[in-house]
């Protein structure tokens, strides 16, 4: 039986929505990463100022996420994630963007599936994981939960 193992913990520091506008399947809005960090028991390190959601809300209300970014571990080793997901334009979204405040895990539905790409041999292992991620709204920035897919 599949379970979920806690992978880390990033934290993505994002510049201020630069809104696309309407679009045929919704409205386009792209967040540029500035800059973040990520922790967990087999890798830590900073993200790269060089990714961006490429977000879509839906005429449904729902966003739909397609982001991408570079981690970089704190031995140099480079990570590059990949990941679509869902976020529900709520009530506590609503409040929190407006607000300029956070929101907390299991306030949203904000999930994400990430995927991982690297060369670096000591990470090859994250090259054939399945994730699964939950997120949660920060002052200029996001923080994700991620988990790894395992056989019991």
Known sequence: MAK???LMSYRADLKPAVAVGAVPSG???IFDVTGGTFQ??????RLHASGADWLLVGNDGVGRLDVRGTLETDDGALIYMQYYGVLQMSEAFVRAVSSGGETAFGDLYFMTQPR???GAEGYAWL???VAVGEGR?????VEYRVYEVVND
């Open 116 to 118: 991982f790409e690297t």
């Open 40 to 45: 967990g028991p087999r890798l830590k390190g």
């Open 4 to 6: 979920l193992e806690y």
């Open 137 to 141: 709204m920060l002052p200029g920035a």
């Open 127 to 129: 090259n054939s994981l």
């Open 27 to 29: 409205s386009r809005q």
